[in-house]
Each structure stands twice: as structure tokens, then as C-alpha cells.
């Protein structure tokens, strides 16, 4: 199903389908093109908001997590990309080493595991499961609900590679978000395909860089295809640290200016919801210290009782309105990449109805799987816009490859070898 859109203004959003559909054949060589001289990242999952009037990424992750949502039928794309993709870094590979989270914190975590373990055993390879948590000293073995077990074994250093005792990987994926900075285990490994690379970490990365890159994406394809490219990106600004007042003004002013800039554009289009900004963490994963405001007045107010993010680096974001409804409840599309290919998604719900509402920051939140039964994934040009799920969804994997895309500017531009050889 297509989740209800509860605003009137579903002109602009409908016309952008229409408009992707019509262009579909543009839009696949724009794609190619793109990939013949960027390498995409290996897997990304890509937040989206739809407000009826705009359809923009709010968050990319390059160590996506969730994979356990997908149903059934999106698990045979998620297997040909993965061979695609190994096939393409490493033909010969025939182990691969799984690097999760240190610290599993339940069913979902591991069950999320047990999938990636599953995709890529499909794939033809051999999978285990290492953890680099200095804590773990032995091999656990974790039993799930549906009774499949999955085994964590202590990742080993042996010279210049990392393996398991009995099992030496020429490939080791990396599903962890690497929040306390890059362990010296992982750090000189010239004989292994480490993917991601160590710089697509949370202490090298910064949403701003990304945000930054996607603009300049989102400029060219909107050109391309004959639109305002605001309509698919969100407008942003970051502020850098300071010292007591002086990073509050930082603050303020970059809030005033993606305010001011919102405001027109509203204007401009004739909408007439009141604009607000998302302040994130720029250098962090965490996004539990999320702010939201209308106005630069209420940040005296957020900072006295201290509902800012703990960084003292920031990125102030448009805030883009969820119309999307799942009986109800606010919904935001999740769409999952792997290689350079949408393999599937979710929608991140929330029982809250206010349109402001930030899914991700919600420990409550459920995931329902996007409409994505058997073949019906593929577009169903004719369709009157908003009627068809598939439709909708190829509209979803556009703007979701877009920032896959904007991540692979952002790799390559922090990428240390291309740096010395600058």
C-alpha cells in the first residue's frame, strides 16, 4: 500500500513522480554515467521525508542497519547486489568476516546479524562473525525467536590481517558505526578489502559534508530534470563550536539563515505550514540529541535546559514534514541500497501525528516493509501519480541513490590515499 497523504498539497509531490516516470530513461543514464566515475558506497540505508510538497533525505548511513525488516521478497535483489558488489572488489573472495556493533543489545540487533550473515552466505561465501569489542574474550552463541542462532567470535590481529581463530577472510564488512573513532585492529590492513573504509566512521564524517555534496548533487540532477532542486533536498547550514557565547551565536545566526531561506521558498510555492529547523549532531551517530525549533528565539531556551546535542559541532537542518500515514501513525520511508542498487525498504512509524515529528529519534518507533510483492517492485508507467506503490517506490530510490551518490563524493573527498596523491 501506498501510506496515506494527509495534506492537500499532493500536486507537487504527484507531478515529481510523474515527472520521474516520464524521465525514467534520462534518469537511469544520468545514474550510469555517474557510476562509471564514482564508486558508490558498498551499502547505504537512506531516511526519507515525503511532505507532500517536497521529497528529501534526512539522514544517509553508510553501516545501515535493519536489514531484518526486509521481507522475503526483497531478500533476492539484496543477494544479486551482493554478489555484484563482491564481485566487483574482490572476484576471488571466498571469506568474508561480519564486524557488528560491540555491544548487541537484543533480538533486532541480532536478528539484524543473522540477515546480513544470511544475504551474503547466498551470495557464495563463507560468513562468520567478529567481533572487535575488547571485552568479548570468547565465542557467544545467540539462539533468536524463530530458532536460528547466530555465533560472535573475537576478531583476532594476526600481522596485517584480521581473522577468527580457523578463519582467515579476504573481505571483512563493517557494520559498525565506529562512534569512538577508528580501533588500531582495524587500521594498516593492505592485504584485506575492508568495506566501508575506516573514513566513513562518525569520527571522520560529518552530516554537513554529506548535506554539502548533496546539494551539489541534487543541483545537477534537478537541472537535468527540469526542476527546482529544492523540491528534493533540504536546505542546511553548520555551525562550529565556539567558546560559552560565542557558539551560541554561531548557532543562532545559522539557524536564522536556514529559517530565512525556508521561509521563501515557502513563499515562493505558496505553502503555508510554518517552517522549522532539526538541530543534529554534525560529528556524531547519535541522534537521541536531536532539537527542533520554529523560531531562533527558542534556542536561548533549549540551551538553558540543556536539549541541545551534547557535540559542539552542529548542523541546522530544514525541517521537512512527514504527510505520509500508516493508519494514522506518522510514517517515513527507509530505503536500503547495496552497491549501486535499491535492494528495498521500510517505513520507520510512529504512533505520534504530528507532521514535525522525528521518527528516528523515537525508541518506540516500528518498521513495516514498503510495498514490494514479488515483481510489482517494477515502475507501472500509466498509473494515475500517487495510486501505485511501485511508482512511489521508484520515486523513493531516486532520491535515496542521490545521497548514496553525494556519500561516494563525500568518501572520496576524505578518502586518505586520493588526499596524498592531491
Given at each position: 500500500m501506498?501510506?496515506?497523504?494527509i495534506?492537500?498539497?499532493?500536486?507537487?509531490?504527484?507531478e515529481l513522480?510523474?515527472r520521474?516516470?516520464?524521465?525514467?530513461?534520462?534518469?537511469?543514464?544520468?545514474?550510469?554515467?555517474?557510476?562509471?566515475?564514482?564508486?558508490?558506497?558498498?551499502?547505504?540505508?537512506?531516511?526519507?521525508?515525503?511532505?507532500?510538497?517536497?521529497?528529501?533525505?534526512?539522514?544517509?548511513?553508510?553501516?545501515?542497519h535493519?536489514?531484518?525488516n526486509?521481507t522475503?521478497?526483497?531478500?533476492?535483489?539484496?543477494?544479486?547486489?551482493?554478489?555484484?558488489?563482491?564481485?566487483?572488489?574482490?572476484?576471488?573472495?571466498?571469506?568474508?568476516?561480519?564486524?557488528?556493533?560491540?555491544?548487541?543489545?537484543?533480538?533486532?540487533?541480532?536478528?539484524?546479524?543473522?540477515q546480513?550473515?544470511?544475504?551474503?552466505?547466498?551470495?557464495?561465501?563463507?560468513v562468520?562473525?567478529?567481533?572487535?569489542?575488547?571485552?568479548?574474550?570468547?565465542?557467544?552463541?545467540?539462539?533468536?525467536?524463530?530458532?536460528?542462532?547466530?555465533?560472535?567470535?573475537p576478531?583476532?590481529?594476526?600481522?596485517?590481517?584480521?581473522?577468527?581463530?580457523?578463519?582467515?577472510p579476504?573481505t571483512?564488512?563493517?557494520?559498525?558505526?565506529?562512534?569512538?573513532?577508528?580501533?588500531?585492529?582495524?587500521?594498516?590492513?593492505?592485504?584485506?578489502?575492508?568495506?566501508?573504509?575506516?573514513q566513513?566512521?562518525?569520527t571522520?564524517?560529518?552530516?554537513?559534508?554529506?548535506?554539502?555534496?548533496?546539494?551539489?548533487?541534487g543541483?545537477?540532477?534537478?537541472?537535468?530534470?527540469?526542476?527546482?532542486?529544492?523540491?528534493i533536498h533540504?536546505?542546511?547550514?553548520?555551525?562550529?563550536?565556539?567558546?560559552?557565547?560565542?557558539?551560541?551565536?554561531?548557532l543562532?545566526?545559522?539557524?536564522?539563515?536556514?529559517?530565512?531561506?525556508?521561509?521563501?521558498?515557502?513563499?515562493?510555492?505558496?505553502i503555508?505550514?510554518?517552517?522549522?529547523v532539526?538541530?543534529?549532531?554534525?560529528?556524531?551517530?547519535d541522534?537521541?540529541?536531536?532539537a527542533?525549533?520554529?523560531?531562533?528565539?527558542?534556542?536561548?531556551?533549549?540551551?538553558?535546559?540543556?536539549?541541545?546535542?551534547r557535540?559542539?559541532?552542529?548542523?541546522?537542518q530544514e525541517?521537512?514534514?512527514?504527510?505520509?500515514?500508516m493508519?494514522?501513525?506518522?510514517?517515513?520511508?527507509?530505503?536500503?541500497?547495496?552497491?549501486?542498487?535499491?535492494?528495498?525498504?521500510?517505513?520507520?512509524?510512529?504512533?505520534?501525528?504530528?507532521?514535525?515529528?522525528?521518527?528516528a529519534?523515537?525508541?518506540?518507533?516500528?518498521?513495516?516493509?514498503?510495498?514490494?510483492?514479488?515483481?510489482?517492485?517494477?515502475?507501472?508507467?500509466g498509473?494515475?501519480?500517487?495510486?501505485?506503490?511501485?511508482?512511489?517506490?521508484?520515486?523513493?530510490?531516486?532520491?535515496?541513490?542521490?545521497?548514496m551518490?553525494?556519500?561516494?563524493?563525500?568518501?572520496?573527498?576524505?578518502?586518505?590515499?586520493?588526499q596524498?596523491?592531491?
Amino acid at each position: 500500500m501506498v501510506p496515506h497523504l494527509i495534506t492537500a498539497l499532493t500536486g507537487p509531490i504527484n507531478e515529481l513522480e510523474q515527472r520521474m516516470l516520464d524521465a525514467m530513461p534520462a534518469i537511469e543514464r544520468w545514474f550510469r554515467l555517474e557510476w562509471m566515475e564514482h564508486t558508490p558506497p558498498f551499502y547505504t540505508s537512506v531516511a526519507l521525508r515525503n511532505a507532500g510538497f517536497k521529497l528529501a533525505p534526512v539522514d544517509t548511513s553508510l553501516f545501515p542497519h535493519g536489514w531484518h525488516n526486509l521481507t522475503p521478497e526483497m531478500l533476492p535483489l539484496a543477494v544479486q547486489a551482493a554478489m555484484a558488489a563482491i564481485e566487483k572488489i574482490c572476484p576471488e573472495a571466498r571469506n568474508l568476516l561480519i564486524i557488528p556493533e560491540n555491544h548487541l543489545r537484543g533480538p533486532s540487533d541480532l536478528a539484524d546479524v543473522a540477515q546480513l550473515q544470511h544475504i551474503f552466505n547466498l551470495a557464495g561465501l563463507n560468513v562468520r562473525v567478529g567481533s572487535i569489542d575488547p571485552e568479548l574474550k570468547k565465542s557467544i552463541s545467540y539462539t533468536l525467536p524463530g530458532g536460528e542462532s547466530v555465533e560472535v567470535e573475537p576478531a583476532l590481529r594476526l600481522r596485517r590481517r584480521v581473522g577468527l581463530k580457523h578463519f582467515d577472510p579476504c573481505t571483512i564488512l563493517l557494520n559498525n558505526e565506529l562512534t569512538a573513532g577508528a580501533p588500531g585492529i582495524l587500521e594498516e590492513l593492505y592485504e584485506q578489502y575492508l568495506l566501508p573504509p575506516l573514513q566513513a566512521g562518525w569520527t571522520v564524517r560529518r552530516r554537513s559534508r554529506h548535506f554539502q555534496s548533496y546539494e551539489d548533487v541534487g543541483k545537477r540532477f534537478g537541472k537535468m530534470l527540469g526542476i527546482d532542486h529544492w523540491l528534493i533536498h533540504p536546505i542546511s547550514a553548520n555551525a562550529e563550536a565556539g567558546s560559552g557565547k560565542k557558539s551560541l551565536d554561531a548557532l543562532r545566526a545559522a539557524v536564522d539563515l536556514v529559517l530565512t531561506k525556508v521561509r521563501r521558498k515557502y513563499k515562493e510555492y505558496g505553502i503555508g505550514e510554518k517552517p522549522f529547523v532539526v538541530i543534529k549532531a554534525d560529528d556524531a551517530a547519535d541522534s537521541a540529541g536531536v532539537a527542533l525549533l520554529r523560531d531562533v528565539r527558542e534556542l536561548e531556551a533549549l540551551a538553558e535546559d540543556a536539549r541541545l546535542p551534547r557535540s559542539g559541532h552542529w548542523l541546522v537542518q530544514e525541517g521537512v514534514l512527514t504527510q505520509e500515514r500508516m493508519h494514522e501513525a506518522v510514517a517515513e520511508p527507509v530505503v536500503y541500497t547495496m552497491d549501486r542498487y535499491v535492494v528495498g525498504g521500510v517505513y520507520r512509524v510512529h504512533a505520534a501525528t504530528d507532521a514535525t515529528a522525528v521518527v528516528a529519534c523515537s525508541h518506540d518507533a516500528r518498521y513495516v516493509p514498503l510495498a514490494f510483492e514479488h515483481s510489482t517492485h517494477l515502475p507501472q508507467p500509466g498509473v494515475r501519480p500517487g495510486a501505485s506503490a511501485p511508482n512511489r517506490f521508484y520515486m523513493y530510490g531516486v532520491v535515496a541513490r542521490l545521497a548514496m551518490l553525494a556519500a561516494s563524493y563525500e568518501l572520496e573527498a576524505t578518502d586518505p590515499e586520493l588526499q596524498e596523491l592531491a
